[in-house]
């Protein structure tokens, strides 16, 4: 039976993770300490979405939440900590921002945590945090009509990885001379153990206790995975290896890994890692 192995929270688009030993299901994602997955952007001065695509070193951002603040640590900056709590009604300040295809109205923080953002990145941006009233959704032509929200996200709320996925990966890489590669480069939001390589692309749902999650779509993969989480640094891109197998036509023949998912039902449950989830295969 698989495993829950791996729980991994992502409060800014595009910076570095949280590894969690547990996590509260939402349908918008993953939550922690009252923190959802993807709560935070970082976008440039015309409000666009910046991401490791362009700036490798947003990996090198590394959020920690505490009690009443999320402290924030790059190389070379001092630490820095943005409240939590939601602005004032009376001051708050809202712009337009754009995530892909989509427009909504986002928190604006200061210009003392845009100023830190801009320094660490080497460009002039800020720090933006979804609206509360905003609506995103995940794409319906995936989710069978089901209204997802995605907040953030580059389109689905949860991306499952299966460890056998990446152990199949590493073994065309080595066999190649070329180092393996760790899980977070592909930036998942649930790992699960002790399934068969690439067996989470015919898994009809999951079950994590009474909650149930589906998997809509197959995760096209973008040059992210070239990018060593720990040092900001592109190195050699997988996704050479993985164009030798990973093609996929259901999704205009992308590359893919992993498998982007939603949840049905459930949501407030606590999932905690080690915990054994029930696969039911759609063959």
């Given amino acids: 039976m698989p495993i829950l192995t791996e729980l991994n929270l992502y409060p800014i688009k595009s910076c570095a993770g949280i590894s969690l030993r547990e996590a509260t299901l939402t349908p918008a994602g993953l939550m922690s300490q009252h923190i959802y997955d993807r709560e935070w952007m ?100 995936w989710t069978d009509g089901r209204d997802v929200p995605a907040l953030f996200s580059d389109g689905f709320p949860m991306l499952v990885i299966g460890t056998g996925s990446l152990a199949d990966l590493n073994e065309k890489l080595v066999a190649q001379g070329r180092s393996a590669l760790p899980m977070n480069r592909f930036r998942p939001s649930m790992v699960f153990s002790d399934i068969a390589p690439f067996e989470e692309d015919f898994a009809r749902q999951y079950k994590l206790g009474e909650a149930s999650l589906k998997p809509v779509k197959p995760c096209p993969r973008c040059p992210i995975p070239s990018i060593d989480q720990a040092t900001g640094e592109i190195g050699p891109d997988p996704l050479d ?26 949501a407030g449950q606590v999932v905690r890692v080690g915990q054994h989830v029930d696969m039911e295969l759609d063959f």
């Avoid at 893919?256 to 049905?264: A, E, H, K, P, R």
């Fill in 42 to 141: 970082i976008v440039d001065v015309n409000g666009q979405a910046l991401t490791q695509r362009e700036f490798p070193r947003m990996a090198l951002i590394e959020p920690r939440i505490k009690a009443d603040t999320m402290e924030l640590r790059s190389p070379g900056m001092l630490r820095f900590e943005v409240l939590l709590d939601l602005p004032d009604p009376a001051d708050e300040k809202i712009i337009r921002v754009k995530v892909w295809d989509d427009e909504v109205d986002a928190y604006d923080c200061d210009e003392t945590t845009a100023l830190w953002f801009s320094n660490a990145l080497g460009t002039a941006c800020r720090l933006v945090r979804f609206h509360p009233n905003a609506q995103r959704s995940a794409n319906k032509e």
């Fill in 241 to 266: 290896i993985l164009r030798t197998y990973r093609v996929d036509p259901k999704v205009d023949d992308s590359i893919t890994f992993g498998m982007n998912t939603i949840l049905l039902n459930g």
